[in-house]
T-cell receptor
Framework: KQEVTQIPAALSVPEGENLVLNCSFTDSAIYNLQWFRQDPGKGLTSLLLIQSSQREQTSGRLNASLDKSSGRSTLYIAASQPGDSATYLCAVSLSGNTPLVFGKGTRLSVIA | NAGVTQTPKFRILKIGQSMTLQCTQDMNHNYMYWYRQDPGMGLKLIYYSVGAGITDKGEVPNGYNVSRSTTEDFPLRLELAAPSQTSVYFC??????????FGQGTRLTVV
């Protein structure tokens, strides 16, 4: 059974810092990995999707990397801003038509 | 683009009542999913569907039922509401490759 773990559970940083969120998964035979953002009381917004054949994806100040063999992914946020405060969720799928398995998320607070 | 639409956004139920959470998507996705999210617990899969007429159980299906008569709609039915079903429910859809799109959620309280 695929299990996804996110460390740390919560993180508080001052504005402007670069930070890394970690995600690990137990079954390395994944199809893709997706990072989501969730604001309090809201739905999930997809940030980055990494296919199993890819090593990383970038969008603006966000960079996600994938190391399938070690079962790890990181989400790097550069020059953090208070508007980045949210919960970040990592999820993996084992094939194109199987549901995503989620980690419990990292709650990020960026302090002005 | 509407994407994935869930109704209602909020609902309070009494123990033993029934209700249907509605989910519709306008992206012609074959795959649709229902998740529940409890505080600090991430999202857990309730049911999913790979196409009209096909549904399958997820990790926590007890107390729920689904149907998929059309590509667009994937309603979730609670027959006898229990306090343990107090949660936030998310519907999602996808097609192979590009990842999943989520609705805004339904916050359900059972009292």
């Amino acid at each position: 059974k695929q299990e996804v773990t996110q460390i740390p559970a919560a993180l508080s940083v001052p504005e402007g810092e670069n930070l890394v969120l970690n995600c690990s998964f137990t079954d390395s035979a994944i199809y893709n990995l997706q990072w989501f953002r969730q604001d309090p009381g809201k739905g999930l917004t997809s940030l980055l999707l990494i296919q199993s054949s890819q090593r990383e994806q970038t969008s603006g100040r966000l960079n996600a990397s994938l190391d399938k063999s070690s079962g790890r992914s990181t989400l790097y946020i550069a020059a953090s801003q208070p508007g980045d405060s949210a919960t970040y969720l990592c999820a993996v799928s084992l094939s194109g038509n199987t549901p995503l398995v989620f980690g419990k998320g990292t709650r990020l607070s960026v302090i002005a | 683009n509407a994407g994935v639409t869930q109704t209602p956004k909020f609902r309070i139920l009494k123990i033993g009542q029934s209700m249907t959470l509605q989910c519709t998507q306008d992206m012609n996705h074959n795959y649709m999913y229902w998740y529940r999210q409890d505080p600090g617990m991430g999202l857990k899969l309730i049911y999913y569907s790979v196409g009209a007429g096909i549904t399958d159980k997820g990790e926590v299906p007890n107390g729920y039922n689904v149907s998929r008569s059309t590509t667009e709609d994937f309603p979730l039915r609670l027959e006898l509401a229990a306090p343990s079903q107090t949660s936030v429910y998310f519907c999602a859809s996808s097609y192979e490759g590009p990842g999943a799109f989520f609705g805004q959620g339904t916050r359900l309280t059972v009292v």
